[in-house]
């Protein structure tokens, strides 16, 4: 991949689900990126057959090694985002790592390492927008166990929306329109990688429907940014 000036290699791919996610996955633990599960497939960049593979990449994490997320059916929209902490994605499943909800099917849940930016781009990364203020990890805040990244998190409504904010308004955006993992694996959710619209953003978000199965999320990972 030389998005970017290039040096990306493909780590994770939140492809086709096949029944479930708990199925897809072979295991309780199947969040995209986050846990290990899956047969390693440079091919899955076409054929979209899901694995979460960062685990063949520790020994190359680095604090100030870069992630990627792309959509194979809708390409336009980019978000890279820094590691921040190498030790926590190796070790996204320890005890001091986890949340948990007694009341939900999807009882645990890890938390992401606090970033101190992220880039988007709306033109296939052939320019980005570098956002520094009001980057934020999801807290305890939404117990339901939302699983992502804010922008200007002090402007959210009670709960992340899918609709919040804009690229270009210079407003807040909810996890809903970046990256928000979903916890839960039963009903409409059993085919949903994610809540809302992966890489929903502005301005081709009015071409979305309403059913948030997206099948086609990938995921990068390069040591250092260029």
């Known amino acids: 991949m030389e998005t970017d000036d290039g040096g990306w290699a493909l780590v994770t791919v939140a492809g086709t689900i096949t029944t479930s996610k708990r199925e897809t996955a072979q295991q309780d633990e199947f969040f ?3 846990d290990v599960w899956g047969e390693y497939d440079a091919g899955s ?10 685990d063949l990449f520790y020994g190359l994490l680095r604090d100030d090694g870069e992630f990627m997320a792309t959509r194979q059916r809708r ?3 980019l978000m890279i985002w820094p590691v921040g902490n190498a030790s926590r ?5 320890t005890e001091d ?24 781009s709306i033109d296939y990364g052939n320019t980005f927008q570098r956002r520094q203020v ?6 305890s805040e939404y117990p339901e166990g939302h699983v992502g990244y804010y922008l200007n998190p002090e402007n959210l409504d009670e709960r992340p929306s899918c609709n919040s904010g804009g690229f270009n308004a210079g407003k807040y955006m909810g996890p809903g329109q970046l990256l928000l993992w979903e916890v839960f694996e039963h009903s409409k959710w059993t085919t949903q990688w994610f809540q809302c619209h992966a890489l929903g ?3 081709h978000a009015d071409s979305f429907d309403g059913y948030y199965d997206d099948q086609d999320v990938l995921f990068w990972y390069r040591t250092s940014s260029p």
């Open 32 to 34: 995209p990126l986050l």
């Open 45 to 54: 960049f076409t054929s979209l057959r899901s694995f979460s593979r960062l």
């Open 75 to 77: 390409t336009w929209n």
């Open 89 to 93: 994605w190796r070790n996204m499943r």
């Open 134 to 139: 009001g980057v934020s990890v999801t807290g």
């Open 97 to 120: 790592n986890i949340r948990r909800a007694a009341n939900y099917q999807q009882r645990w849940w890890p938390k992401l390492p606090e970033i101190d930016y992220m880039r988007l």
């Open 201 to 203: 953003f502005e301005p």
